[in-house]
């Protein structure tokens, strides 16, 4: 009897955690840490928090090309705590870094405004780079989403985000360079790329 009764409990409990875990699975942060989470087809799980995260750059209007932009857009860069923090230490990104790219519009006209740019309510692009040693060949991947509440899928490795980055970034295919609070240790704990350093030379030197 007593059995059956401590049987009964454990299978319930077991229940309830089942519940309470299905009730926070949708999102990044079920764990506590902030690390990458995938659904079963791969999409990575949706970084609900990442406005509580570490706040590396806001560019304006940034394009790569010759040609300038049509729209005049904001990109907000962000980067999960626990990496920001290896970063300060070791001037390289850890396993399990998490980098944000929202996307806002640049806006003029509003309330006091009469000269430069606000960022916009609705966020227009939502973009993640992700480092997963184990899972992704070169140790990174690149997920696009939707709207930053629903999930993410998977960019093809050989896509021209893989090329670009690794191309041109300063740090482990960031592009740190544009990040003013983490250029500076790059450059003391020399961990600056061989191809930003070739460029920034170059672009010295005219
Ligand atoms: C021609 C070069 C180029 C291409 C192509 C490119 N990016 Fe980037 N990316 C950049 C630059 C430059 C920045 C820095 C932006 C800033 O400073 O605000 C950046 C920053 C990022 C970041 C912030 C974290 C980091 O890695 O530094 C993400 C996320 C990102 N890009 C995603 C993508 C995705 C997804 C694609 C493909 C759909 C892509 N990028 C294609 C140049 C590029």
């Known amino acids: 009897m007593r059995m059956i009764k401590i049987a009964v409990l454990v299978a319930s409990l077991a229940a309830a955690t089942l519940l309470l875990a299905q009730h926070f699975a949708p999102s990044a942060q079920a764990a506590g840490a902030n690390v990458p989470v995938y659904a079963a087809n791969g999409d990575l799980l949706p970084v609900g928090n990442y406005r509580e995260w570490i706040y590396l750059t806001s560019g304006i209007g940034m394009s790569y090309t010759a040609k300038p ?3 005049t857009m ?22 399990k870094t998490v980098l944000v790219l929202e996307v806002r519009e640049a806006k003029s006209k509003g309330s006091i405004n ?4 606000f960022q916009g309510t609705q966020v227009m692009g939502f973009e993640v780079h992700v480092k997963d040693v184990s899972r992704f060949p070169g140790g990174w991947a690149f997920f696009d989403f939707d709207s930053p509440d629903k999930n993410g899928t998977l960019i093809p490795q050989g896509a021209p985000c893989y090329s670009c980055h690794a191309a041109h970034a300063a740090v482990d295919t960031t592009f740190v360079q544009f ?18 350093l070739k460029e920034e030379a170059a672009a010295q030197a005219k």
């Open 69 to 71: 932009p049509d729209m």
């Open 74 to 95: 904001f990109d907000n860069v962000f980067v999960n705590p626990e990496a920001y923090r290896s970063f300060l230490a070791t001037g390289t990104w850890p396993d």
């Open 114 to 117: 009469q000269h430069g740019h």
């Open 179 to 196: 990040y003013p609070t983490l250029l500076p240790i790059a450059e003391v704990k020399k961990t600056l790329s061989a191809v930003y």
